[in-house]
T-cell receptor
């Protein structure tokens, strides 16, 4: 299957700082990437759909100004959590696919905001 | 009613037993059905991918889709301790590739 990487795998930051998470498709070009968050023992919640060269589409209830998404190339999408607070602590996972509805997930980024 | 229902109750089985997992769904537009395996603190890993109704087998894993009943299943034969993980069903269709997920089943295979 396709390979998706994420960086960093974990990050700890102080409240009020911004954190950038990178998602890369390593062996295919991804016009669309998805960003999810997952709380402990919960399923994945779609936050936004990232489209190469255009604005991201956010799910209802997700603040656009807080979770900035940039998809500047066919292999890279970034999610920036701005002015992070402890309630933003979660597991953030990106995914992408090869166009046949299969989606391949990155290994996830664990964010802890102190 | 949620789009995808999956009983999240933990499931413990002895090594070698058959694990049976299932999901139901309400959106008749779904055509693509997936099972993901997620180990603790890791991203989900695509295990099985099925288009429309039918069965698909891959080694010890069998996925079944019954679109008439809006019901999908995953069977794991000869379960191993390494199969201990959370299994999530997911599906998509209807003109977009957004995935709708079940809550996930935590499976523990006891040696």
């Amino acid at each position: 299957g396709a390979v998706v990487s994420q960086h960093p795998s974990w990050v700890i930051c102080k409240s009020g700082t911004s954190v950038k998470i990178e998602c890369r498709s390593l062996d295919f070009q991804a016009t669309t990437m998805f960003w999810y968050r997952q709380f402990p023992k919960q399923s994945l919640m779609l936050m936004a759909t990232s489209n190469e060269g255009s604005k991201a589409t956010y799910e209802q209830g997700v603040e656009k100004d807080k979770f900035l998404i940039n998809h500047a190339s066919l292999t890279l999408s970034t999610l920036t959590v701005t002015s992070a607070h402890p309630e933003d602590s979660s597991f953030y996972i990106c995914s992408s696919g090869t166009g046949y509805n299969e989606q391949f997930f990155g290994p996830g980024t664990r964010l802890t905001v102190l | 009613q949620k789009e995808v229902e999956q009983d999240p109750g933990p499931l413990s089985v002895p090594e070698g037993a058959i694990v049976s997992l299932n999901c139901t769904y309400s959106n008749s537009a779904f055509q693509y059905f997936m099972w993901y395996r997620q180990y603790s603190r890791k991203g989900p890993e695509l295990l099985m991918y099925t288009y429309s109704s039918g069965n698909k087998e891959d080694g010890r894993f069998t996925a079944q889709v019954d679109k008439s009943s809006k019901y999908i299943s995953l069977f794991i034969r000869d379960s191993q301790p390494s199969d201990s993980a959370t299994y999530l069903c997911a599906m998509s269709g209807g003109g977009n590739n957004r995935l709708a997920f079940g809550k996930g089943n935590q499976v523990v295979v006891i040696p």
